[in-house]
T-cell receptor, first 110, second 114 residues
Framework: GESVGLHLPTLSVQEGDNSIINCAYS??????FIWYKQESGKGPQFIID?????DKRQGQRVTVLLNKTVKHLSLQIAATQPGDSAVYFC?????????FGQGTILTVHP | KAGVTQTPRYLIKTRGQQVTLSCSPI?????VSWYQQTPGQGLQFLFE???????NKGNFPGRFSGRQFSNSRSEMNVSTLELGDSALYLC?????????????FGDGTRLSIL
């Protein structure tokens, strides 16, 4: 039979552009959020996290924005590089139990 | 500090067999969680162990089981393998259970069922 897979959102950008990856979460009681990056053949790699008492947090070249009113999370990557090409997952948590989104494929063209 | 280590990296089995996967958490981490990742379902939570006890369980059949040892290392077992069990099995560790904190993943065991 035909295999049905998740149709992941995709984002294609040019090297040096800024990227914005969006995520809608489902549980209004979630109080902790994480972004992960997964490269081919590897496990998810922690990028940045944010707690629900914040609406913005910055790391090195990355910024996470949290809008609890509309249950929306975004990851901004500045000056995107070819090495940023990967699948990006958001995860929501309450009490330490993580629930993952479906992921977004980011492709960076040199 | 060494990351999460999973063995073996690749495994091929046939239907009806059983398999045991191993996970060594980051040193000092006491909580270990297991996930199944497939193209069709994405990342799905299997179970979490802390202090050698299963603390949370996802929606998987009883053929999927696990355990944790006193040194926090964990194993998961899948019995009576089915074709649909083909997946990447990921282990993640964190310092404690029930606390909002990052989970750090290994590179997984790629299980293929023939």
């Amino acid at each position: 039979g035909e295999s049905v897979g998740l149709h992941l959102p995709t984002l294609s950008v040019q090297e040096g552009d800024n990227s914005i990856i969006n995520c809608a979460y489902s549980n209004s009681a979630s109080d902790y959020f994480i972004w992960y990056k997964q490269e081919s053949g590897k496990g998810p790699q922690f990028i940045i996290d944010i707690r629900s008492n914040m609406d913005k947090r910055q790391g090195q070249r990355v910024t996470v924005l949290l809008n609890k009113t509309v249950k929306h999370l975004s990851l901004q990557i500045a000056a995107t590089q070819p090495g940023d090409s990967a699948v990006y997952f958001c995860a929501e948590s309450r009490g330490g139990k993580l629930t993952f989104g479906q992921g977004t494929i980011l492709t960076v063209h040199p | 500090k060494a990351g999460v280590t999973q063995t073996p990296r690749y495994l091929i089995k046939t239907r009806g067999q059983q398999v045991t996967l191993s996970c060594s958490p980051i040193s000092g981490h006491r909580s270990v969680s297991w996930y199944q990742q497939t193209p069709g379902q994405g990342l799905q939570f299997l179970f979490e162990y802390f202090s050698e006890t299963q603390r949370n369980k996802g929606n998987f059949p009883g053929r999927f089981s696990g355990r944790q040892f006193s040194n926090s290392r964990s194993e998961m077992n899948v019995s009576t393998l089915e074709l649909g069990d083909s997946a990447l099995y990921l282990c993640a560790s964190s310092l404690d259970e029930g606390v909002n904190q990052p989970q750090h993943f290994g590179d997984g065991t790629r299980l293929s069922i023939l």
